[in-house]
């Protein structure tokens, strides 16, 4: 079981790069973008291919297949000490998107964390995903436009990939923007 | 009108057992919901679905991206710190010998108990249970839709998901049944 309570935590890391397996995502959530208008994120940051790319550190074939057809991650970050969430937040969230008709994918609950992936459209005209991750301390809200290779996020979870680079190198990413930029600054990667 | 309140009536039955078919453990799944030493985790048939759209080129993730894309869902429960772990095997263990399902295999590793249950009409496996009980462990796992049981193995090593790496046990089984 993976444990963190900093930044973002590993588990969520690896969700929102491996899971969040939307087909060619077209559509925006409107809750997402609502949400978004109503609370300024502590962080936001977009990850692009040449991102997501430096992650595969030993040069796994599998990886480049996964991300070769990712046009963008979008990652939106909420501090809760910053914000009035309450318990609901998420639930509300998530009854948002099933009223747009987004369909749950899976859920995660452990260790204080909880995982809900959601997709839009059908299996031959996908539209779009919404990830949402809430810890102790943080929500995290995911959109990825493009979309994953799900044989190949199985044959690496079936080999020796190390999922936990991608998250070492999204948390460094996030230490060294703590380190250097405005909290409220919005950045692309 | 007498029709067509058969015919809801017929609908809504077959909808209750197929309900109940895809849960055998959803009463145990239900009971510890909001119980924060349990991992949750369910995935849903859309998922699954999504494995459809592609068409992978070697032969062997092929064949275990149709296994996958089979699936109509999964849920698993577990926990390695709960103080009355044997309890919680023993109760659940009863109950999934309650319903309509048969033994596939029994294991005792060390201290861990475990247990597969399959459900299985006309050759076909649409749901497989497995339990888990140890000293401070405990996995309750569903597994459901069109189960191929040579695929199982490869599918759990797939998904690294706590409580998953015991069904790696029923690789031995598969081979048999080649």
Redesign the interface.
């Known amino acids: ?1 993976i444990r963190s309570k900093q930044h973002i935590p590993k588990l969520a890391s690896i969700f929102v790069l491996a899971f969040t ?1 939307s ?1 060619a995502s077209l559509a925006q959530s409107r809750t997402v973008d609502n949400f978004l208008e109503d609370h300024p994120p502590s962080q936001k940051f977009f990850l692009y291919p040449s991102t997501l790319r430096m992650v595969n550190i030993e040069k796994h074939p599998d990886f480049y297949a996964l991300v070769h057809d990712i046009d963008k991650l979008r990652v939106l970050m909420y501090d809760k000490g910053e914000n009035s969430f309450s318990q609901q937040t998420i639930r509300t969230l998530s009854q948002g998107v099933e009223q747009e008709n987004y ?10 964390q909880n995982v809900h ?1 959601y ?1 839009l459209g059908d ?2 005209t ?1 539209e779009g995903v919404v990830g949402l991750i809430e810890t102790d301390d943080t929500i995290i809200l995911t959109d990825l436009e493009g979309f994953i ?3 190949a996020l ?2 690496l ?2 080999g020796d990939f190390n999922f936990e680079d991608i998250a070492g190198v999204v948390n460094l990413a996030v230490e060294v923007r703590e380190e250097h930029a405005d909290k409220k600054d919005v950045s692309e990667w | 009108m007498k029709r067509l309140i058969i015919i809801i009536a017929a609908m809504q039955l077959l909808a209750l057992s197929v309900n109940a078919q895809n849960n055998v453990l959803a009463p145990l799944f239900d009971k510890y919901a909001d119980d924060e030493d349990f991992t949750k985790v369910t995935i849903t048939s859309k998922m699954f679905s999504l494995f459809t759209e592609f068409e992978p080129e070697d032969p062997e993730t092929k064949e275990l991206t149709e296994a996958v894309s089979k699936l109509q869902g999964l849920k698993i429960l577990a926990s390695d710190s709960v103080n009355n772990a044997r309890s919680y095997f023993k109760d659940a263990t009863a109950q999934v010998r309650k319903g309509n399902m048969e033994e596939l295999m029994s294991i005792r590793d060390g201290k861990d108990d475990m247990l597969f249950m399959i459900q299985e009409e006309a050759g076909k496996i649409s749901e497989l249970v497995m339990l888990v009980g140890g000293e401070h462990k405990f996995v309750a796992l569903s597994l459901y839709g069109e189960i191929d049981l040579k695929q199982i193995s490869k599918i759990s090593k797939g998904m690294k998901i706590d409580g998953m790496k015991y069904l790696e046990n029923i690789d031995n089984e598969g081979d048999d049944q080649e």
């Open positions: 079981m397996c087909l369909q749950e994918l899976m859920t995660f609950q452990a260790d204080g992936l997709s299996e031959d996908p290779d799900l044989p199985l044959k979870f079936q």
